[in-house]
T-cell receptor, first 113, second 109 residues
Framework: DVKVTQSSRYLVKRTGEKVFLECVQD?????MFWYRQDPGLGLRLIYF???????EKGDIPEGYSVSREKKERFSLILESASTNQTSMYLCASSYGGADTEAFFGQGTRLTVV | RKEVEQDPGPFNVPEGATVAFNCTYS??????FFWYRQDCRKEPKLLMSVYSSGNEDGRFTAQLNRASQYISLLIRDSKLSDSATYLCVVNNPDDKIIFGKGTRLHILP
């Protein structure tokens, strides 16, 4: 079975802190994604990566950065956390190309106080 | 126009009834299409892919209309366990996977 693992289920951080959300997949997938999910707004793509050290901005990259130093790991970084970044963060991975399923991690619920 | 649009619902449907959802997408170059299911407080999981010729998986039928740029999901003989949020998903040529906001379905006993 494909496994996508996010490092934390719940996190509470203070405004201004630097926050790292880690995601690891074990299926040698080329593509990895970070989404945030908020009530009424659905899943919104923050960043995605189609190869090691490659990244593309999604729809809402402001306030976030990413790192992909190894194929299996994709990190989301909040340089200076703000209360409007309180959300559920979901990592996903997939093989490249069309007709490929995305597999999700269990999500990290981040609260910024 | 949003990339992927769905009616948010909720759809409140009696058990045993048939229910259908539609979803429209804006990028005519979109390559592949899916329906995902998300239960409360859980991550989304693939329900089924959507093929041009239409496809069926048990009580679920998916259709794609490329000319009108919409996809549909039909659930027959609905069960209580079908209650969930159904997400329309589109893969674009740049490998971006775009989700609709989801349609909430409540099956009523």
């Amino acid at each position: 079975d494909v496994k996508v693992t996010q490092s934390s289920r719940y996190l509470v951080k203070r405004t201004g802190e630097k926050v790292f959300l880690e995601c690891v997949q074990d299926m040698d997938h080329e593509n990895m994604f970070w989404y945030r999910q908020d009530p009424g707004l659905g899943l919104r793509l923050i960043y995605f990566s189609y190869d090691v050290k490659m990244k593309e901005k999604g729809d809402i990259p402001e306030g976030y950065s990413v790192s992909r130093e190894k194929k299996e790991r994709f990190s989301l970084i909040l340089e200076s956390a703000s209360t409007n970044q309180t959300s559920m963060y979901l990592c996903a991975s997939s093989y490249g190309g069309a007709d490929t399923e995305a597999f999700f991690g269990q999500g990290t619920r981040l609260t910024v106080v | 126009r949003k990339e992927v649009e769905q009616d948010p619902g909720p759809f409140n449907v009696p058990e045993g009834a048939t229910v259908a959802f539609n979803c429209t997408y804006s990028n005519s170059a979109s390559q592949s299409f899916f329906w995902y299911r998300q239960d409360c407080r859980k991550e989304p999981k693939l329900l089924m892919s959507v093929y041009s010729s239409g496809n069926e998986d048990g009580r679920f039928t998916a259709q794609l209309n490329r000319a009108s740029q919409y996809i549909s999901l039909l659930i027959r003989d609905s069960k209580l366990s079908d209650s969930a949020t159904y997400l329309c998903v589109v893969n674009n040529p740049d490998d971006k996977i775009i989700f609709g906001k989801g349609t909430r379905l409540h099956i009523l006993p």
